[in-house]
């Protein structure tokens, strides 16, 4: 009789969750087992076309999930890291060996905000774009959106609003605060150019969202039909629940092999991973990566080999401003933007195979775990050392 399996759980079904599975099925004797609480794969890099009904952001599992991955659609409850076993929605329970850690991130509205989260409409998660898709939906076009915040996501949604001819107010104190200046120009002046109209500087925040208005700091309202909420982003509390260290937005706290600071069994990745307390930027860029890096530790653990601590090199940001052009913000190694950038119809080229391709490499491995390839980002050493002051010696 053979030696048992290994029995390894990942949660969430993500760009990282996905990435992990796939490539921990390069071992023959390990059991992966993929919770997720939808039955499809989510695109969520587009669920602002989801919401202006150009694309349905979801792929079938079965396109991107090694055929060797049970998948368990369900929640995870309660992590039980004493007895190595989860407790599901369902009322099940899994045991496991090892676990990764991948629920990803969730669209944050604010409590403080009054009328916020009664009727601000989030854009960070399946259901949330197809609730705003209806609400879309039951509007004349020329009913005003205001779109709350200017990272990547309010960028998409904004442009993706009024390139189908609606009336659209971005507000946010900055319009890619994570860009170069010359970025931020290029998507501007594309946004201009379809029509959006921008409130921005220090006093563009929101004091209060109604059902028909938004309310400026000294006393200026804006009529707004649909708010969208796309300032600011959460993560699932399972890890905080479950007695893990998690840090002060409540992704899992790790070292930098992405191990759990508590349990050498607990394995985090993507949105939800805070390796030495010095997340990357949340996005499918370093979810994939990181998704890999995660089954390499697990993988090194069960040979009872020393996991390599994990790095990841962000090499730009790409950000679609309507179907007919983008902005490819090029960065350094550390994430860092430089004033380069490619943009118009090719920004928006370049953007759409980035979308096509995270699928592919998805789907990659999921046919030969251990096929994709990654670049290796800088050593943050220093990095480290600096954020926590202790000297490099």
């Not at 496991?96 to 850690?101: A, E, I, P, R």
């Amino acid at each position: 009789m053979g030696a048992k399996a290994t029995t390894v759980l990942v949660i969430g079904g993500g760009y990282a969750g996905v990435m992990a599975a796939n490539r921990l099925m390069s071992r023959d004797d390990v059991l992966v087992k993929l919770i997720n609480p939808r039955p499809e794969f989510v695109e969520r890099i587009r669920l602002h076309q989801l919401a202006v009904d150009n694309d349905d952001a979801v792929t079938d599992y079965g396109a991107v999930l090694s055929a060797g991955v049970q998948l368990v659609v369900d929640s995870v409850e309660r992590i039980d890291t004493g007895a190595r076993r989860v407790t599901l929605t369902s009322g099940a329970t899994l045991d496991y060996d090892y676990l990764v850690y991948a629920v990803g991130s969730t669209g944050a509205v604010p409590a403080s905000v009054p009328g916020a989260c009664e009727f601000a409409y989030p854009l960070a998660e399946l259901e949330q774009a197809k609730r705003l898709r209806s609400r879309l939906a039951d509007l004349p076009v020329q009913a005003p959106i205001v779109v709350v915040g200017g990272g990547l996501t309010g960028i998409e949604a904004a442009a993706e609003f009024a390139e189908t001819g609606r009336n659209v107010t971005l507000v946010s104190p900055i319009v890619g605060p994570s860009l170069s200046k010359t970025g931020r120009r290029s998507v501007t002046r594309r946004l201009i150019k379809l029509g959006v109209k921008i409130i921005d500087g220090p006093q563009a925040s929101v004091a209060a969202v109604g059902p028909n208005q938004v309310a400026l700091p000294g006393g200026r309202t804006l009529s707004s039909a649909v708010t969208v909420w796309t300032a600011g982003f959460g993560v699932p509390a399972l890890a905080a629940e479950s007695g893990l260290t998690t840090d002060g937005l409540g992704r899992l706290l790790t070292d930098e092999t992405l191990t759990s600071v508590d349990d050498d069994r607990i394995v985090a990745t993507g949105d939800a991973a805070s390796p030495s307390g010095l997340p990357y930027r949340m996005s499918c860029q370093a979810g994939l990566p990181l998704g890999a890096q995660a089954a390499n530790t697990v993988l090194a653990r069960i040979a009872g080999t020393q996991p390599a601590d994990a790095t990841v090199m962000m090499t730009g940001q790409c950000i679609s401003v309507g179907r007919g052009a983008g902005t490819v913000q090029l960065a350094r190694r550390d994430d860092t933007p430089i004033s380069l950038y490619i943009g118009g119809r090719t920004g928006a080229f370049v953007k759409e195979q980035v979308c096509r391709y995270t699928v592919k490499w998805l789907a990659g491995e999921a046919a030969k775990p251990g096929s994709y390839r990654y670049f290796r980002g800088p050593d943050r050493t220093e990095l480290i050392a600096a954020a926590t002051a202790v000297p490099v010696r």
